[in-house]
């Protein structure tokens, strides 16, 4: 139990596209998202944090209008890079919180989506 | 503030020899602890966690973990490295809270000599 789906596993986009990542809680109602950048080598850092139906929270340093975050349901997610550069270029992780039907909580990571911007 | 520190960046263990991973942390509340293992290129998986009880918690693949408060310590161990386990590991410390990120340490990478 307690699955995330996130997709694309892998993307290449041209530098000034947008590209949509998702992430989804497939056997439970995820009521908060969290999105996370991890760089070669690096840790996980924390992007921004989105409870369903609310406006995401970022973290300082990470410029909202450039990663929109998307929680419109209880079981899905979307981070957009938009207008993509190659900087933008990273490892992205979704992870979802929610309570499972056994009413314990939950925190499961999605298997993360590469970007690579050309 | 709310940290994790792994001191070691990367550790070389031969196949079939003990392995000791560091993780300590500093948090205001009673921390809920986490291991995790990234394969490269891949997301996370969860070994194991503590969130109260035994301080010595078994995780998958022949993983243990031991909470000593007053070390402010989660260390990490296995008897029997396999080549298999090779990958980055990941101390993370958090509320037991659906609402709250965890706090990643920066990792350590493990690399198994034959």
């Known amino acids: 139990g307690a699955v995330v789906s996130q997709h694309p596993s892998w993307v290449i986009c041209k530098s000034g596209t947008s590209v949509k990542i998702e992430c989804r809680s497939l056997d439970f109602q995820a009521t908060t998202m969290f999105w996370y950048r991890q760089f070669p080598k690096q840790s996980l850092m924390l992007m921004a944090t989105s409870n369903e139906g609310s406006k995401a929270t970022y973290e300082q340093g990470v410029e909202k209008d450039k990663f929109l975050i998307n929680h419109a349901s209880l079981t899905l997610s979307t981070l957009t890079v938009t207008s993509a550069h190659p900087e933008d270029s990273s490892f992205y992780i979704c992870?979802?919180?929610?309570?499972?039907?056994?009413?314990?909580?939950?925190?499961?990571f999605g298997a993360g989506s590469r970007l690579t911007v050309l | 503030a709310q940290s994790v520190t792994q001191p070691d960046i990367h550790i070389t263990v031969s196949e079939g020899a003990s392995l000791e991973l560091r993780c300590n942390y500093s948090?205001?509340?009673?921390?809920?602890l986490f291991w995790y293992v990234q394969s490269p290129g891949q997301g996370l998986q969860l070994l194991l966690k503590y969130f109260s009880g035994d301080t010595l918690v078994q995780g998958i693949k022949g993983f243990e973990a031991e909470f000593k408060r007053s070390q402010s310590s989660f260390n990490l161990r296995k008897p029997s490295v396999h080549w298999s386990d090779a990958a980055e590991y990941f101390c993370?410390?958090?509320?037991?809270?659906?609402?709250?990120?965890?706090?990643f340490g920066k990792g350590t990478t493990l690399s198994v000599s034959s």
């Open positions: 992870s979802a919180g929610g309570q499972a039907s056994s009413g314990a909580n939950v925190l499961t």
């Open positions: 948090y205001g509340a009673t921390p809920y």
């Open positions: 993370a410390v958090g509320p037991n809270q659906a609402g709250t990120a965890l706090i």
